[in-house]
């Protein structure tokens, strides 16, 4: 079989649950028949596709699902002391094995809580024209890719497959979650990225930004729901901009730690690819999904300092 195929695409059952949603990368399961208590579970599956310029490709990078789902529990496991975060289980069927979570779900606020650390991306133009972002006073003569005096919050709203988000401030999150849980969420996303940063500074990788997703775990049966729970995938290089120190230069954009390979290849003349067109991307010539994948792997055996485990072997 077609192993590349069968880890991108998502299957349309897996024993004991049903496909609801996918995302550009994710795929989303409920329990085929839930049992009591069992209603309030979702199987996330991380795939390995791979998007660039808010495209998914054709062409798959094979294990990079197993490497994020496996970066993401890492995180959850440093992070469990600031805040709960959705996972419940690794318990899951073969098919999926290594690259799936079963979690608590979630009512996902609809904002992507950013923190940022760094000067660069979509709020670079931002401060530019007005010296601030999102309602923070910035110093002036900052370069793309300069240090912040300090971490920011800078929400954005969640948009649709194929759109940008839309950076928003303070005051349109607390109209869309109220006061309270606004404030909970600037503050839980500042302190997550003071500590993730920390931590991989240590492996000399810069944490640039990243965006987390939160949401409420509803009362169920009596037990008391909470306000803000970490869900979602955490500080993987899809949710984060990872530079590497040694090669940080302020004053130009900087290479995006796994995805500049194919970022590059797409803007080339060699992928007869014109971004501003409508046109879906090509496929990637094997030596940019080989390179891709390497670089995946580097980021996780790096920052956490374990080897990826050998993929399962499927049940005959
Ligand atoms: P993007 O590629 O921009 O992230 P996306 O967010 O639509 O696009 P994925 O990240 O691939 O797609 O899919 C994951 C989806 O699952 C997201 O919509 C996310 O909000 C949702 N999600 C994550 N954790 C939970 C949870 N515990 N309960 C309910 N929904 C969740
Ligand atoms: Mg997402």
């Known amino acids: 079989t077609d192993e590349t195929a069968e880890t991108a695409a998502a299957p349309s059952s897996l024993p004991g649950w049903t496909h609801t949603y996918s995302g550009k990368v994710r795929d989303l399961y409920v329990p085929e028949s839930p049992s009591d208590g069992e209603d309030d579970v979702v199987l996330v599956v991380a795939s390995d596709r791979i998007s660039a310029y808010d495209h998914v490709l054709p062409t798959p990078i094979p294990d990079k699902g197993r490497i994020l789902a496996a970066m993401s529990l890492w995180w959850f496991d440093r992070l469990a002391d600031l805040v709960g975060n ?130 409420a775990v509803p009362d169920v049966g009596g037990r008391p729901g909470a306000a803000v729970v970490l869900g979602d995938e955490v500080l993987t290089p899809d949710s984060s901009r990872f530079w590497a120190a040694a090669t940080w230069e302020p004053g130009r954009p900087q290479p995006s730690y796994d995805k500049q390979y194919v970022r590059d290849f797409l803007t080339s003349a060699d992928s007869g690819w014109d971004r501003a067109s409508d046109a879906p991307p090509p496929p990637l010539p094997d030596h940019i999904v080989d390179r891709t994948r390497a670089r995946y792997l580097e980021a996780y055996e790096h920052l956490t300092g374990r080897r990826l485990a050998a993929r399962k072997a499927p049940a005959r």
Do not use: Q, W
């Not at 920011?152 to 839309?166: L, Y």
């Open 86 to 215: 959705h996972v419940v289980s690794t318990d899951v069927p073969d098919a999926v094995a290594g690259r799936a979570m079963v979690c608590r779900r979630l009512e996902m606020y609809p904002v992507e809580c950013v923190a940022r650390g760094y000067l660069t991306g979509s709020v670079l133009a931002e401060y530019r024209a007005t010296g601030s972002v999102a309602g923070h006073e910035l110093p002036e003569g900052l370069r793309d890719g300069d240090r912040l005096p300090e971490p920011i919050f800078t929400p954005a709203t969640k948009a649709e497959i194929g759109e940008h988000d839309e950076n928003i401030d303070l005051g349109r999150v607390a109209a869309m979650v109220g006061p309270d849980v606004a404030e909970e969420l600037r503050t839980t996303t500042l302190a997550v990225y003071t500590r993730a940063a920390a931590l991989a500074a240590e492996a000399g990788i810069l944490l640039a930004d990243t965006k987390l997703e939160f949401g």
